[in-house]
């Protein structure tokens, strides 16, 4: 019993890791680049949500909704500006500018908002569970939403990209830019059309993790973002269900090693894994092993 | 590029001018020289007020950027509200404040360190928090400027260093005063601890509640830590409590992580009681708490905002009107730092004009003999002792109702 609850803690803290990695694989998969700035978007949309929800009295539904337009905005401006000039430039430089970025958000929500740490309103309130087994294990309401949303998400983004107009452009880009080009798809137009997806999805990734861990500070986005990388590259960055396998998994090993073998190693132990898993499967679980052109 | 530095040289050459005129005497110490040259540097942060040379320089670090912001920016403020009343005043002991940004890193705070001692700085509020005071605390010791920091709690920042002081209690000092009080209260019979593995802070309060835990035979049936990149789920370390059968769990921490162990508990429909330090208190004031949470949550701490104390209260509501926020324990301890100095500087009779390391050697003399009122520590009063550690006695709170109540 001891082992379901952990396992179902594990779910719980992994869905939050899919959810986030599900934005940072899709611009990666298409953009080609890693948006290190994506963890503190998400801060900024929890952000967002908080004011409108407990200062503005709207209701939750319209705060995420001002939260993902707001990010939207935003995803798609960081883009302009910060990454679009350097299209041309190599994949280190637009690293660089993506860490960058990331600080500058935190700086900036700092300047707004103070470092002062404030407690989320969350969606559905924290102690709703539904209990099995007379009460010896509870799985909370929120756990569920978290992963019918990230499922819902995957679904979503897979059926977007495989079957629109959009996602088969966005694909062409991620493919060959200069030749998606040629077949006069719009490449700027794509790629920041990729940064509004991803960036409205870590507003619903930002209303979700503060839903579940309740506290926000102008860094919360940056851990869970990282991990959210690592469950990226764990499932095979740029595959969408991969995303969500990842997420998962690290969730659960994490609870599981912090459990069963030490409090103390649990990082280590996550890392560790992730490190067996690319020493054999180098592309990712869901990876796709692309031969480097020559 | 050019135009600055010509202005800067002006600048500087100016306030020589002015500094010799106003003094006259021939003696122009070490202490004004750099001072002069410091005027030209970017301003880094707000400074006080007074800018007329017969204040002494007070400088400290501080995360006042960064994760760590809430601490720096804490004491930064109630440095600044008890030198603005000092200065308004109008006596003998007037200041200039100076805080630099440290991130809550060492190297950073080391620098900032720099620019504060080419400032002119002459007396020290040494840094914010541990890491980065164990640094500065080294070159404050070799430079022979005195420090008292408000909060930077670890041991190592005063062991060996005869002009280091602390305002807070010693983080050892707090493992103990924790472990007798709840063996004393007979708050628990099993006690198990939640403690932040890479933070200072925690692990020394951590090893000495054990250590004393086992000499009075207090039963601590387990613990469980996390670090700074695992503080968002605590599901584990709470099952690990409840399969322990822990009627108490001790939580050496911050606030923040303290508040999401305690909803997590609260979550799975545990409830132990629960046992802070000093670290807890701010807990009631995070924006949007639910204080049912924290119900009955006990703790120690030696600043409590919510009392009737008139001091305590003049200093709250200024606070609250200046930056909106009630203050925690780091801004009171900053705040009766600089009264401490100015208690301390009238005793010795020190005047700005003399050069730091003077000074230094007259605080060094003073600071054990003085007792000071102040907004942490009770009717009783500080005092330090010659190795730099404060003698305050904490108070026993416990949480009812959404406030603090004295526990005794």
């Known amino acids: 019993m001891v082992f379901l609850n952990y396992l179902i803690n594990g779910i719980s803290l992994g869905s939050i890791y899919a959810i986030i990695a599900l ?162 798809i719009n490449v700027n137009r794509t790629i920041s059309m990729t940064f509004a997806i991803g960036s409205a999805l870590a507003a619903i990734a930002g209303v979700l993790l503060c839903s579940a861990y309740q506290t926000l500070v102008p860094t919360t986005g940056s851990m869970p973002g990282i991990k ?34 030490s409090t103390q190693l649990q990082n280590a132990i996550v890392f560790a894994v992730l490190i067996v898993v690319l020493l054999v499967k180098p592309a990712g679980l869901l990876g796709k092993a692309v031969r480097e052109k020559v | 590029m050019k135009k600055l530095r010509i202005l800067s040289l002006a ?74 009343e000092i200065n308004a005043e109008g006596g003998d002991i007037q200041f200039e404040l100076r805080y630099e940004d440290d991130v809550h890193v060492a190297e950073t705070a080391v620098n900032a360190y720099n620019t504060l001692k080419e400032w002119g700085m002459q007396i020290s509020l040494g840094s914010v928090t541990s890491t980065p005071g164990i640094a500065t605390s080294v070159l404050n010791f070799e430079d022979r400027i005195f420090a008292l920091t408000p909060s930077a709690s670890s ?41 932040k593995n890479d933070d200072v802070y925690s692990t020394g309060i951590k090893d000495q509640f054990v250590a004393e835990a086992e000499a009075l035979g207090l039963e601590v049936v387990g ?40 909803s ?30 924290a119900e009955g949550v006990m703790l120690l701490t030696p600043f409590n905002a919510d009392s009737d104390d008139e001091a305590t209260q003049n200093f709250v509501s200024k606070y609250q009107e200046l930056y909106n926020e009630t203050p925690n324990q780091f801004a009171a301890d900053a705040y009766d730092c600089v009264y401490a100095y100015k208690l301390a500087l009238e005793t010795a009779g020190c005047t700005p004009d003399m050069s730091a390391a003077d000074i230094c050697d007259a605080l060094i003399e003073v600071f054990p003999t003085i007792t000071l009122t102040g907004l942490t520590g009770d009717g009783a009063g500080i005092t330090w002792d ?23």
Request: aromatic share 10%; with cysteine; glycine share 14%.
């Open chain 2, 155 to 195: 041991p190592d920042v005063i062991e060996g260093k005869d002009n280091v002081f602390q305002m807070c209690f010693s983080d050892p000092n707090q493992g103990l005063a924790s472990a007798q009080y709840i063996y004393e209260q007979g708050l628990g019979e099993k006690v198990f601890i939640i403690w």
């Open chain 1, 23 to 184: 934005g940072y694989t899709m611009v990666y998969g298409i953009a080609k680049m890693l948006n290190f700035a994506h963890g503190d978007v998400i801060m900024v949309g929890s952000y967002i949500c908080f004011f409108a929800v407990s200062a503005y009295q709207l209701p939750t539904v319209v705060g995420i909704l001002l939260a993902m337009a707001v990010c939207t905005v935003l995803g798609v401006v960081i883009e302009g500006l910060a990454y679009k000039p350097l299209r041309q430039a190599g994949s280190l430089a637009v690293l660089i500018t993506a860490i960058g970025v990331s600080y500058f958000l935190q700086n900036a929500a700092q300047r707004l908002w103070s470092s002062n740490p404030k407690i989320f309103p969350p969606i559905v309130p924290r102690e709703w569970s539904i209990s099995l087994f007379d009460g010896q294990l509870s799985i909370s309401v929120l756990t569920i939403i978290t992963i019918a949303a990230c499922i819902v998400i995957m679904l979503g983004l897979t059926f977007f990209t495989g079957k629109t107009k959009m996602g088969k452009a966005m694909r062409a880009c991620s493919e060959d830019k200069a030749a998606a080009q040629l077949m006069g």
């Open chain 2, 386 to 408: 010659s190795t730099g550690a404060v003698s305050k006695s904490p108070k026993g709170m416990i949480i009812e109702n959404g406030a603090y109540v004295g526990m005794d």
């Open chain 2, 264 to 293: 997590q508990a609260a979550a799975t429909g545990y409830t132990p009681k629960f046992f802070g330090v000093d670290g807890m208190d701010g807990i009631l004031t995070m924006d949007g708490f639910d204080p049912a949470l």
């Open chain 2, 223 to 262: 613990d469980a830590t996390f670090t700074e990149d695992t503080q968002n789920d605590f599901t584990v370390q709470v099952s690990q409590a409840q399969q322990a059968g822990a009627d108490l769990i001790f939580l050496p921490i911050y606030y923040q992580p303290a508040s999401l162990i305690l």
């Open chain 2, 11 to 84: 600048l500087a050459g100016a306030l020589c001018v002015s500094m010799l005129a106003g003094c006259g005497s021939s003696d122009q110490g070490s202490a004004n020289t750099p001072a002069a040259g410091g005027e030209t540097t970017p301003a880094g942060t707000e400074t006080g007020s007074t800018a007329t040379g017969t204040a002494f320089k007070l400088g400290g670090t501080g995360p006042l950027t960064g994760g760590a912001a809430i601490y720096g920016l804490a004491a930064q403020r109630g440095a600044q509200i008890a030198v603005e």
């Open chain 1, 228 to 261: 959210a990388f690592t469950a990226a590259v764990f499932g095979g960055i740029g595959s969408i269900p991969g995303a969500l396998l990842g997420g998962l998994l690290l969730g659960v090993i994490e609870i599981l090693a912090g459990g069963y073998i």
